[in-house]
């Protein structure tokens, strides 16, 4: 059975750093692309980035608000994603969720069940 | 950026109907769309893929159509467990966007 689990979200102050984790199982995450996607509250889902398999070059593209700030690395000997984001704001408070994307450019099949970040003062 | 744009936001419906829902990106995606259903406090879940081809364990109910700019989500008779907010995805090139949602709320 395919497992996310996602951990690392908490209240943070602005301007401040905070590492998730995305610890996978039941699957070959070794050949997987991983995404991280995240949900303002009461809002839509908003991607934030890739990174593809080490065999395919482990590749990271990241959304606009993302780029500068937020970093996406892999741990294949431990099966898990990470998402490394500084200079946190407060409109970065949302779900952040980890997801599968296959070994090729395709949906989001599988989803973790999301950790709640908070960017307040 | 490819822009998503679903129709209409929130959609009132009875137990039994039949319900569409579109999805319109600012360019072609040829059919590297997907729909995903949300519930409350869940993490979303994948329906369909590639426009039209159904995920495993997903009820036939469900069927979507469309290629190039204009897509189509179908629910052919809703159901109690059906009401949630439902989005679709282009990927067909990076940034992968969504749509802002489609809200399927009990009539």
């Known amino acids: 059975e395919v497992q996310l689990v996602e951990s690392g979200g908490t209240l943070v102050k602005p301007g401040g750093s905070l590492r998730l984790s995305c610890a996978a199982s039941?699957?070959?995450?070794?050949?997987?692309?991983m995404n991280w996607v995240r949900q303002a509250p009461g809002k839509g889902l908003e991607w934030i980035g890739r990174i593809k398999s080490e065999g395919d070059g482990g590749t990271l593209d990241h959304a606009a608000p993302a780029k500068g700030r937020f970093t996406i690395s892999r741990d294949d000997s431990r099966n898990t994603l990470y998402l490394q984001m500084n200079s946190l704001k407060t409109e970065d408070t949302a779900v952040y969720y980890c997801?599968?994307?296959?070994?090729?450019?395709?949906?989001?099949?599988?989803w973790g069940q999301g950790t709640v970040v908070t960017v307040s003062s | 950026d490819i822009q998503m744009t679903q129709s209409p936001s929130t959609l009132s419906a009875s137990v039994g109907d039949r319900v569409t829902i579109t999805c319109r990106a600012s360019q072609s995606i040829s059919d590297w769309l997907a729909w995903y259903q949300q519930k409350p406090g869940k993490a979303p879940k994948l329906l369909i893929y590639?426009?039209?081809t159904l995920e495993s364990g997903v009820p036939s109910r469900f069927s979507g159509s469309g290629s190039g700019t204009e897509f189509t989500l179908t629910i052919s008779s809703l159901q109690p467990d059906d009401f949630a907010t439902y989005y679709c995805?282009?990927?067909?090139?990076?940034?992968?966007?969504f749509g802002q949602g489609t809200r399927v709320e009990i009539k």
């Open positions: 997801t599968t994307e296959g070994w090729e450019p395709g949906p989001f099949r599988f």
């Open positions: 995805q282009q990927y067909s090139g990076y940034p992968k966007t």
């Open positions: 590639k426009s039209s």
């Open positions: 039941g699957f070959s995450f070794n050949i997987v692309w």
